[in-house]
């Protein structure tokens, strides 16, 4: 018969603690979007465009796109947030909410923009192109 785990008082508090300072992060990090909308919109489309992950025929319409998704996800429920990124969650070790979010847009959506010819490159790529902006922009 195996051994039944009841977590202590004391690792009860240190785990609830991990996991309220990750919500914390992740709320903040939302919340922080409608401050560089513009700039981070723009970055994102420049560096797709020229790492050369992303051929387009309108960097403009492009990152008009990405600026009106990156607003949506201000105003979206956790579990949408959570729904759209859940087939990219295992793409790093411990992944911004905020880049896994843009990185399913760019691989799920952008893809069938009137502006954009193809997507090059694996999720891998696009998620670390993304998240250096990101955490560029955000920080």
């Given at each position: 018969m195996g051994k039944v785990f009841r977590p202590s008082n004391r690792e009860s508090k240190i785990l609830s603690k991990i996991e309220s300072s990750k919500e914390y992060a992740r709320r903040r990090a939302i919340q922080k979007i409608p401050d560089v909308l513009d700039t981070l919109s723009n970055a994102l489309a420049q560096k797709l465009v020229e790492t050369g992950l992303l051929e387009t025929t309108s960097k403009n319409g492009v990152e008009a796109a990405i600026s009106k998704?990156?607003?949506?996800l201000t105003r979206e429920d956790d579990f949408d947030?959570?729904?759209?990124?859940a087939p990219f969650r295992k793409l790093v070790a411990q992944p911004h909410v905020v880049s896994l979010y843009m990185t399913a847009f760019v691989v799920e959506d952008l893809i069938n923009h009137k502006d954009v010819v193809d997507i090059f490159?694996?999720?891998?790529?696009?998620?670390?192109?993304?998240?250096?902006?990101?955490?560029?922009h955000l920080s």
């Open positions: 998704r990156l607003e949506k947030v959570d729904f759209k990124v490159g694996e999720d891998l790529d696009i998620y670390k192109c993304v998240h250096k902006q990101i955490i560029k």
